[in-house]
């Protein structure tokens, strides 16, 4: 198998986590025979620096001809005066806009070796295995009409949904369901809006097509309570834009840091695979960015693109082993944790390396038995 992957690794510590993550997806060829072809183009800050724009054309063209685009980060104080459009940001929208994926997908697990670093008690947390699926192209942040009127004083957003776009979404989040443990928890406020009553409606039409898969609903408000108390109780959360923006950050203090969080953005021309954090310009340069983010972002490309989802797992139980090891980057670190054994960003990236290629190794051996 043969996969084209477009590498976008941004600025500040962008191009130290994803060089891990492309590590670990050379690793995982290497082991398996299959074939990763690597293009690395500017983004952001680094591409304004280079060519004037933070998303040159040649950036572009080189996304859209491949199988998969993996970001790092991008952002940088410098750049901090620019007018909106022109800053680095503006890049990884246009990105976003011309790859076209309209479901993202935000994974939230509660990792027992971190049980510690959420607000949450790990008793709450124990277990906690959500997959966010947001609709990304629609809603409040894309609907028309939008105005602000500063001499009245008046400002309009419009919530708008076509059963199209809620058709297409919904069986992204059943299709995943199917493969995980088989419920769909659809968010919205259908008590209040009519937007909310179609994408209800919307939502049990298609589950129609999908009888082994458990549909719940939630009001989004209920939902944000039963998320802090009983995360367990999810397994795939479907929803519309603005809720899946607010829900997905609240579920992330399940895991309990930023540099953890991976996402997917897919359904568009070619998806694309991004860590949740930022660029972290306090931390650049310094050996402390936390590459797991980034590094599980991988196994999600290769779960959602190349579908090679043996190896995806095989990374997310080696990240898993490394951290109950007490590997721990410093965003990790905690006082009342003797045990931990603080390590850089290569170092943890090695880690992770050296563990991948054992469980690899293992799965060959039993199946050369
Ligand atoms: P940020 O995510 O970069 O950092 C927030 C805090 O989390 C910082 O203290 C940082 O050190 C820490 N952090 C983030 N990722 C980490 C990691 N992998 N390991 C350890 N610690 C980590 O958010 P911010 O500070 O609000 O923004 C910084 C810049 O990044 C801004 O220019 C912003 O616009 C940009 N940004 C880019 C993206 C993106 O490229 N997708 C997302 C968010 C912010």
Not at 110 to 127: I, M, Q, W
Not at 144 to 155: F, L, N
Not at 173 to 202: G, H, I, M, P
Not at 285 to 303: D, H, Q, S, W
Request: aromatic share 6%; charged share 20%; hydrophobic share 45%.
């Amino acid at each position: 198998m043969r996969i084209k992957v477009t590498i976008v690794a941004g600025d500040g510590i962008g191009p130290e986590v994803t060089q891990e993550a492309v590590h670990i997806l050379e690793s995982v060829a290497q082991l398996n025979g299959h074939k990763f072809q690597f293009i690395e183009m500017p983004i952001g800050g680094v591409a304004i620096r280079q060519h004037g724009s933070p998303l040159p054309a040649a950036t572009l063209d080189a996304a859209l001809d491949s199988d998969a685009v993996l970001l790092g980060a991008v952002g940088g104080n410098e750049f901090n005066s620019l007018p909106p459009d022109k800053r680095p940001e503006a890049g990884l929208l246009q990105l976003r806009q011309a790859l076209g994926g309209f479901a993202n997908l935000r994974p939230s697990i509660a990792y027992s070796a971190l049980s510690d670093n959420s607000p949450l008690r790990p008793e709450v947390t124990a277990g906690a295995d959500i997959l966010f699926v947001r609709e990304l192209l629609g809603g409040l942040y894309f609907g028309e009409p939008r105005s602000w009127d500063r001499k009245t004083g008046v400002a309009l957003n419009t919530m708008r949904y076509t059963r199209d776009e809620v058709v297409r979404v919904a069986r992204v989040a059943f299709e995943l369901a199917q493969k995980r443990r088989k419920k769909v928890t659809s968010v919205d406020k259908a008590n209040v809006l009519e937007v909310s009553q179609l994408w209800r409606a919307t939502v049990v039409e298609v589950a129609a097509q999908y009888p082994d898969i458990t549909l719940e609903h939630q009001y989004v408000d209920a939902c944000a309570m039963h998320l802090m108390n009983t995360p367990r109780n999810f397994d795939v959360v479907l929803t519309e834009n603005l809720f899946g923006d607010i829900l997905s950050d609240e579920a992330a203090v399940i895991t309990g840091s930023l540099g953890m969080l991976p996402s997917a953005t897919i359904g568009g021309k070619v998806n694309l695979y991004e860590p949740v954090h930022g660029s972290a310009p306090d931390i650049a340069g310094t050996g402390k960015a936390n590459p797991l983010g980034a590094i599980l972002t991988a196994a999600m490309m290769l779960r959602h693109t190349a579908e090679l989802e043996q190896d995806a797992q095989a990374i997310e139980s080696a990240v898993q082993r490394v951290l109950s090891r007490g590997y721990r980057t410093a965003d990790l670190a905690r006082t009342n944790q003797p045990n931990q054994q603080i390590v850089t960003t290569r170092e943890m990236g090695r880690l992770v390396f050296e563990v991948l290629n054992e469980i690899i190794d293992r799965r060959q051996a039993m199946h050369a038995v």
